[in-house]
């Protein structure tokens, strides 16, 4: 069965940095695109950076210049760095797979909170 399991998350101050991992328990090779969502309190969850095989990226303008997604298959690691960090960056951060003729592989999510 494959799983995608977040790490990273945490308490980290306006301005800060942080990076967030997700591992695959298989080849993320094999997955056509990877991507970040997040969940404030109350809202939707929506989405904050997508990465195809290829390394194509995407990115919402809130987030646009502060936070970069990338990939290591070697490692088979997804990761995304966030910069700049502010209070309303405050979410449950969730790891998304997509591989061709399967459902979405979704991890638990990790708590990222901004605050002084």
């Known amino acids: 069965q494959v799983q995608v399991v977040e790490s990273g998350g945490g308490l980290v101050h306006p301005g800060g940095s942080l990076r967030l991992s997700c591992t695959a328990s298989v080849s993320i090779s094999s997955f056509g695109i990877m991507a970040w969502y997040r969940q404030p309190p109350g809202k939707q969850r929506e989405l904050v950076a997508q990465?195809?095989?290829?390394?194509?990226?995407n990115y919402p303008g809130s987030v646009k210049g502060r936070f970069t997604i990338s990939r290591d298959n070697a490692k088979n690691t997804m990761y995304l760095t966030m910069d700049a960090l502010k209070p309303e960056d405050t979410a449950v951060y969730y790891c998304n797979a997509i591989r061709v003729g399967y459902s979405p592989y979704w991890g638990q999510g990790t708590q990222v909170t901004v605050s002084s």
């Open positions: 990465i195809t095989s290829g390394g194509s990226t």
